[in-house]
């Protein structure tokens, strides 16, 4: 069964760039079907999608969010990263990594493996 | 963008069924997915492709979806259902969730 753990720093200041790495255990990233996806609570307990990668780095990203966004993908150590430039207090959450399977030919996707989620504030 | 829209909260009796909606525009031509998240945990889900359940998932929970309306059925609810539900469809390239609504077992 696979599982994910999210791990980053859990402060960021406004106006720098938030980091975090979802490592992968009881598989390798390269052998699944997913896409390895980003998804984020906010203390208002609102879920927003933010992006998802696939192993071969091809991308989706929530247009909202595209323009600060940078997914990236290791295959070696099993793991992908969020890079999430200029934050502001709007941008602390809880941030969940999850295994993300979509389906081109029908037009669905959906999260069933979850990390634990990683708090970051986003504060001075 | 598309909405997604559920009620805050649901109320329902032990060993009575619950239904929570999530109202869309034209949804019963997507896909909707739903996720159970209890305080303090991840979310799990509970339903995808509309109807299916992921193994491990209880039978008592269902889900249908037509018109502008899919709904989460919980059949014999238990105090152990008591949680927040999310909705979740994929339109126009970006995936969107509901608002989430809170189910409360008295």
């Known amino acids: 069964q696979l599982q994910l753990q999210e791990s980053g720093p859990g402060l960021v200041k406004p106006s720098e760039t938030l980091s975090l790495t979802c490592s992968v255990s009881?598989?390798?990233?390269?052998?699944?079907?997913?896409?390895w996806g980003w998804i984020r609570q906010t203390p208002g307990k609102r879920l927003e999608w933010i992006g998802s990668?696939?192993?071969?780095?091809?991308?989706y990203y929530n247009p909202s969010l595209k323009s600060r966004v940078a997914l990236s993908v290791d295959t070696s150590k099993n793991q992908f990263s969020l890079k999430l430039s200029s934050v502001t207090a709007a941008d602390t959450a809880v941030y969940f990594c999850?295994?993300?399977?979509?389906?081109?030919?029908?037009?669905?996707?959906?999260?069933?493996?979850w990390g634990q989620g990683s708090l970051v504030t986003v504060s001075s | 963008s598309y909405e997604l829209t559920q009620p805050p909260s649901v109320s329902v009796s032990p060993g009575q069924t619950a239904s929570i909606t999530c109202s869309g525009d034209?949804?019963?031509?997507?896909?909707v997915c739903w996720y159970q998240q209890k305080p303090g945990q991840s979310p799990v889900l509970v339903i995808y492709e509309d109807t299916k359940r992921p193994s491990g998932i209880s039978e008592r929970f269902s889900g249908s979806n037509s018109g502008n309306t899919a709904t989460l059925t919980i059949s014999g609810t238990q105090a152990t259902d008591e949680a927040d539900y999310y909705c979740?469809?994929?339109?126009?390239?970006?995936?969107?969730f509901g608002g989430g609504t809170k189910l409360t077992v008295l």
């Open positions: 979740q469809a994929w339109d126009s390239g970006t995936v969107v």
């Open positions: 034209k949804l019963g031509n997507k896909y």
């Open positions: 990668i696939f192993y071969s780095g091809y991308t």
């Open positions: 009881g598989g390798s990233m390269s052998s699944y079907i997913y896409y």
């Open positions: 999850a295994t993300d399977y979509y389906d081109s030919s029908a037009s669905y996707r959906y999260f069933d493996y």
